[in-house]
């Protein structure tokens, strides 16, 4: 059974940077592609916003527009972990932020394997 296992998140003042982790369990095959999402504050589950999104050989990538250019997600198939860098952090990102195994890069189709979320906050 997939699971995955978020960490990296904390408080961080507006233009500054955090690096979150996503290692899978053992025993999840490393041929999945890999997502990011994150839940704003008193949003259901089930408006995760998804921003970033990296196929299994990490030569393609997708990014939401709210994050474009200053979000990176990389990935170590050798430590079938998963990486969100992000820069120029902004008040809006405020969020919990989860990792997913997805069907497909760009995030079509379904997501699996949640883990417990990170949480990030940006102070102004």
């Known amino acids: 059974q997939v699971q995955l296992a978020e960490s990296g ?13 996503c290692v899978a369990s053992e025993g999840t095959p490393s041929t999945y592609a890999r997502g990011w999402f994150r839940q704003f504050p008193g949003q259901e589950e089930k408006a995760r ?12 990538t997708y990014y939401a527009d709210s994050v474009k250019g200053r979000f990176t997600i990389t990935r170590d198939n050798a430590k079938n972990t998963a990486y969100l860098e992000m820069n120029k952090l902004k008040p809006e990102d405020t969020a919990r932020y ?18 417990q979320g990170t949480q990030v906050t940006v102070s102004s």
């Open 9 to 21: 998140g904390g408080l961080v003042q507006a233009g500054g940077s955090l690096r979150l982790s």
């Open 49 to 60: 916003e998804f921003i970033a999104g990296i196929s299994w050989r990490g030569g393609t």
């Open 98 to 115: 989860y990792c997913a195994v997805i069907d497909y890069y760009d995030g079509n189709g379904s997501a699996r394997g949640w883990g």
